[in-house]
């Protein structure tokens, strides 16, 4: 086998040890990764913590949408109730809608695999806890002081998908929308931190020898999902921004009597939202085939066709978004390639389902608690795929498209392919995390009462559809004969209440946090995250030869508990983990990891004290909470990377490793390009709205500029880029002063490319408010501008490292990230300033 790092596969074979490991070095490792106590548990990083607080963070957002469903379903029980005012009605339909896909659902499957991932791979973390910290702080001040939005008649009333001219300063003029638009800003931050953090973990954090053909399907689906969220958020970080610049600036970017088009608002959601669909199911499925193969106890049937079929949904889900704009008068040939497009990613959900099933009969079932959630899953999202196809095609959709029909398709998938694993996976996890496991006799009641509830709530909706009941209305004429399919509908759904109030009640009697003194492994589930844990995770972390190693290994667990394999102790005295390569999971370096501090849980409050501050339009007092928010991100960011004598540590068996890497070996290396290639989708986002205005309106499109402004902006650009780059290439010769002095004069280059741009276009008579053209110009200027603010910031930051030392020859990660980030907005700035000037005609 050749090594991808230079390392020895061979050693492996010293594992597990003859010894265990001496008692007194179970001890310190307990003293390391130790949490704080009383108040300081609010500042804890350790993944244990950290993921429960997420999961019942996201489960409450999921109760309190539910109850905004009861409300909405009382009102609409009979015709003409006076329950809910129509203007409440709107506020309530819309913060369920939001609540639930961005409070709740993308949350709560982040939040599954920072609790699930460390200990499915044996990892002592995942590479970046304070950043998964920051995220959970961020997403629930800000969640809970945009839901509480609604108790002020403040929420907003557009729909959970906002559409403008609805949404527009003309019809939306009170700051409802705003508190969207800005509101969600802190939900679209900390699921791009789960993202990167994800991404990292599963490809540099895994157990040596846990190469690709032996990850967990959950961590295959977690891969694919923040993938997808990469990808597909940018889309709407973008509209959000351009919608509320809209609103708050008149710049017209939805404005059609300037330039502007609504339809680009519904492009730039839904190329985000149609794929959440997946972004939600896939995490879900990689639950479901973590949870049937221990039901069945026997291996998942397929494993290498079902992690294609992961890959293949979210590479055709980008393809599908025109999916819900069938009805705007799209070209026939748009149409037709989307509808065939939107009939195929069916097909390797399909392959996922039918391995499911194969596993099923191919062992012995035990009808577990988790198993009926697992089996009601399957059947609840099959049927939502059989009316998804339907709804594919053209002819058909357009006389349901706003009908209740997709109300009801849409809540079989998302239920049946996200919310019914989630319990599954709350009922077979819960023992890895409590003293307790949940009643098995009162989870089946839960299953019987939410189950019968969902299709007593949504089957009849599909009829009601079809009678011509429009969706998003808050009450309707008596005599259409759709009294009785909203009667049971109400009742449907008070049944689904009455199974979460009593799930709530198991909980509360039964689940007992603990770390180290769990249930076990009562379902008899064969991967890690069975192993014996503390809150250093594993006692040792093993060597992984198969895909079930503790069904194939029946010693693992007791030879893992002595500390038979890699770092059965702390080898710096420092919380550590082996960052291992991509491919085959062999040991590169030891990462040296955070504990607990307060730093990012003021960054995460003050972060969305920044947002929630703009919509209540304090601008000053928001600004004041951007700039603390990155000061003590800066001040977070501080602690990392510092010196250390030794060079290299032993990790057990005589085996030594590096304790620093840069490059393409680091983690933060990986991290940074992550970051990157989200930028650079919000930058191909602006850049396709672009294109777009000026395909509506190319009259209203003016000349650009003497060609000779491009020359320096570009010219100024390609110095930012060469700048950086050769400090990168010299700093391990050269020193860190010179390369600092380089990185300082690229960031002045990149500012005067900018200023070269940006003048020339206001010269020429440009103004944002004027046009489509000028409001999507001056768009790419400014996210120009924030990317060139923060290399201000990170210049600034590496010359402050480098007078106290902190940068040396041996020690230059913070050297290539600035580069690489410098480098990166530079290869944009020049795109950009030849985009629109070369395009279109000019």
């Known amino acids: 086998m050749t090594s991808e790092t230079g390392f020895d596969p061979g050693l492996f074979r010293r594992f597990p040890t003859k010894e265990p490991s001496p008692p007194e070095e179970l001890a310190e490792l307990e003293r390391v990764w130790a949490a704080p106590k009383g108040w300081g548990r609010l500042t804890v990083v350790n993944n244990n913590y950290v993921g ?16 905004l469903a009861l409300l909405m379903r009382v009102q609409l029980a009979l015709p003409l109730n006076g329950v809910l005012p129509q203007e409440t009605y709107n506020q309530v339909f819309t913060m369920h809608g939001t609540v639930m896909m961005f409070l709740f659902a993308v949350p709560a499957v982040e939040a599954l695999g920072v609790m699930l991932l460390p200990q499915m791979l044996a990892a002592r973390d995942l590479p970046f806890p304070r950043l998964s910290a920051y995220a959970f702080w961020a997403y629930l001040v800000g969640g809970l002081c945009f839901f509480a939005s609604i108790f002020f008649g403040l929420a907003p009333d557009g729909g959970w998908f906002m559409y403008p001219p609805l949404t527009s300063k003309t019809y939306s003029p009170g700051i409802n929308a705003d508190f969207w638009l800005l509101g969600i800003g802190f939900i679209e931050i900390s699921a791009i931190a789960g993202a990167v953090e994800i991404v990292v973990g599963v490809l540099k954090t895994r157990s040596p020898g846990m190469t690709l053909d032996k990850l967990p ?25 351009l919608l509320e610049l809209e ?19 519904q492009h730039l959601f839904w190329f985000f939202g149609h794929p959440e669909v997946y972004i939600i199911f896939l995490p879900a499925a990689g639950l479901m085939s973590m949870i049937v193969p221990t039901i069945a106890q026997t291996p998942l049937v397929g494993y290498r066709l079902v992690v294609l079929a992961l890959l293949a949904t979210g590479f055709i889900s980008f393809g599908v978004w025109v999916h819900h704009m069938f009805a705007t008068g799209l070209p026939t040939i748009s149409i037709s390639f989307f509808s065939a497009a939107s009939m195929a ?17 191919a062992g012995k079932v035990r009808w577990s608690t988790p198993a009926l959630f697992a089996v009601g899953a399957i059947v609840t999202f099959v049927m939502g795929g059989v009316t998804g196809v339907m709804v594919a095609m053209v002819p058909f959709d357009w006389q349901a498209h706003d009908t209740y029909f997709i109300v009801a398709h849409l809540h079989y998938v998302l239920i049946g392919g996200m919310v019914l694993p989630m319990f599954a996976a709350f009922y077979y996890w819960t023992p890895m995390t409590s003293r307790r496991p949940l009643s098995e006799r009162v989870g089946r009641w839960v299953f019987g009462l939410f189950f019968t509830g969902v299709h007593v709530t949504f089957l009849p909706m599909h009829l009601t559809g079809l009678m011509g009941m429009p969706r998003r209305v808050y009450t309707y004429l008596p005599g259409r004969d759709w009294e009785l399919p909203n009667l049971i509908s109400t009742f449907g759904a008070l ?82 983990t082996i960052i291992t390569s991509p491919l085959r999971a062999e040991p590169q370096y030891l990462q040296r990891m955070p504990g607990p501090s307060a730093w990012h849980v003021l960054a995460a409050v003050f972060t969305a004290g920044f947002f929630l501050l703009l919509t209540v339009q304090a601008y000053g007092a928001g600004v004041l909470s951007g ?80 060609h000779l402004w491009l020359g320096l902006a570009v010219g100024g650009y390609v110095a930012a880029g060469a700048l950086a780059w050769t400090s990168a290439r010299t700093v391990r010769r050269a020193g860190p ?62 010359a402050a490292r480098t007078a106290r030392g902190l940068v040396s020859r041996a020690r230059v990660s913070t050297v290539d990230l600035v580069a690489l980030f410098i480098g990166y907005a530079a290869a944009q700035g020049a795109t950009g300033a030849l985009l629109v000037r070369l395009f279109p005609g000019a």
């Open 52 to 67: 429960l607080y997420y999961v019942g963070a996201a489960f409450l957002f999921f109760c309190l949408a539910g109850v």
């Open 217 to 241: 399907m959950f961590a295959w689906a977690m891969l694919v999902f923040a993938a997808m969220i990469i990808i597909g958020f940018p889309a709407v970080i973008l509209g959000t921004l």
């Open 247 to 265: 609103r708050a600036l008149n710049w017209p970017f939805f404005d059609p009597t300037r330039g502007g088009d609504p339809v680009l608002w």
């Open 345 to 361: 990613v069916s097909v390797p959900a399909g392959v996922q389902v039918f391995a499911w099933i194969a596993t099923l009969a």
């Open 495 to 576: 049944l689904i209440g009455a199974g979460v109030l009593l799930f709530i009640i198991d909980l509360l009697r039964n689940f007992r946090f603990t770390a180290d003194d769990d249930a076990g492994n009562v379902f008899g589930g064969g991967t890690l995250e069975w192993l014996p844990t503390g809150l250093y995770s594993t006692r040792s972390i093993p060597v992984i030869r198969s895909a079930y190693p503790l069904w194939d290994d029946p010693q693992i667990s007791k030879d893992v508990a002595e500390g038979r394999y890699f770092l059965p102790r702390t080898a710096t005295g420092e919380r550590e």
């Open 627 to 706: 700039v603390l928010a990155v000061v003590c991100v800066l001040r977070w960011l501080w602690e990392t990377d510092r010196p250390m004598a030794e060079e290299s540590v032993d990790i057990g068996a005589g085996i030594r490793i590096p304790t620093y890497a840069s490059g393409p070996a680091s983690h933060g290396w990986w991290a940074m390009v992550v970051l990157l290639v989200v930028a650079g989708m919000i930058f191909a986002m602006a850049a396709f709205s672009y294109v777009f205005l000026w395909s509506r309106r190319p009259d209203l499109w003016i000349a650009p500029p003497p």
């Open 737 to 798: 002063w010179p390369a600092t002095a380089a990185m300082v004069l690229a960031a002045g280059a990149a500012l005067c490319a900018f200023a070269a741009d940006l003048g020339s276009w206001w010269r020429a008579g440009l103004r944002p408010e004027a046009s489509g053209q000028g409001a999507t110009l001056f768009a790419l200027l400014s996210f120009q501008g924030v990317l060139l603010s923060v290399i201000v910031l990170m210049a600034g930051f590496l």
